[in-house]
């Protein structure tokens, strides 16, 4: 699955850069739960956001499969972010205004599936981790257990490969941590769960857990001789329900894309970048920045004044600059 070698990442220029990430070496397998755990600022965000190709690496390669990521760009690299990844967030990143089973097929409708398929497939998907009840409630009106699950089965909706999960307990009690873990590993029975947390219970759930300190990867998953052998686990009886789910087939046809298809996938694309992925940003990243404009969180700003029936009105639009655009003002 993914395949690192001397996979390094640096903030900044000059005396005030932040080496964030230093000669990763790792190989994940195509499916099982792999943790990685580290104090804030260790660098484990970072190596997520490589993972998902929100973040390019200063030096080093990352492959998936036969893919080299670095070399993916435009519809290819916006196909591979909506076909072969799924992000669970801590905050849950619902959008307000659209009940849950909306939420949820969401990204298949932004795809090109009509919204009446896309709704009934939520709703199976949604049946095997909430009450039918639930179904028409909005984010606001569901606990944080109820929202963090739709926020899983969101990222589950479109079969990707891999979830990548951003401190996916952060923000709940113990009793619903528990319960997203456990459909977290369920859901590693069938692909590549990456799960960075700091919860002391991450070892128990998985297959491995890499250590992050100071931007330094230790005790990295290698595969030898094409396999990764992990520790065996006793089967949960209350997963299966929804690991059988998730056997259906959900990917779509690829031979009929279309240019509004490619549309809608660059569009879904720009959704998860300003979905605040940067949320979980190390202190020390942070602290580089104290003086200078912060990718996660600057905007540039464009103010136009028109006049509409003889009244004057000020437009603004806010545009979140690169990283790179960041890096070359730091």
Known sequence: MFKAKGL??????GPNSVLALREANFSLPEKGVV???????????????????????SS??????????????GEALSRFRSEEIGIVYQHYNLLDDLSLEENVAYPLMLSGV?????????????????????FSKKPGECSGGEKQRAAIARALIGDPKVILADEPTGALDEAN????????????????????SHSPELDSYCDHVMEMDGGKLSN??????????FKKKKARADGRLFLDCFKTGLKE??????????????????????????????????????????????????????????????LIKNERPSLDVVDDLL
């Open 8 to 13: 390094s990442k640096r903030y900044g220029k």
């Open 35 to 57: 943790g990685i755990k580290g104090k804030s600022g260790s660098g484990k965000s970072t190596l997520l956001m490589i993972l998902a190709t929100l973040c390019r690496q």
């Open 60 to 73: 080093g390669i990352l492959r998936f499969g036969k893919r080299n990521t670095e070399r993916l760009r």
């Open 114 to 134: 009509k919204r009446k398929e896309a709704i009934s497939r939520a709703r199976e998907l949604l049946g095997r981790l909430l009450g039918e009840h639930l």
């Open 177 to 196: 941590g528990r319960a997203v873990m456990e459909l977290l590993r369920s859901a590693g029975e069938t692909r590549l769960i990456v799960i960075i």
């Open 220 to 229: 990295p998953v290698i595969e030898k001789i094409g396999e990764i052998r």
């Open 253 to 314: 046809d690829r031979n009929h894309l279309s240019s509004a298809f490619a549309c809608c996938l660059i569009g879904f694309a720009s959704l998860l970048l300003g979905l605040g992925f940067f949320a979980g940003s190390q202190a020390s990243i942070l602290n580089a920045r104290i003086k200078a404009a912060d990718a996660g969180m600057a905007y540039a700003t464009i103010s136009k004044t028109v006049s509409v029936d003889e009244k004057q009105i000020i």
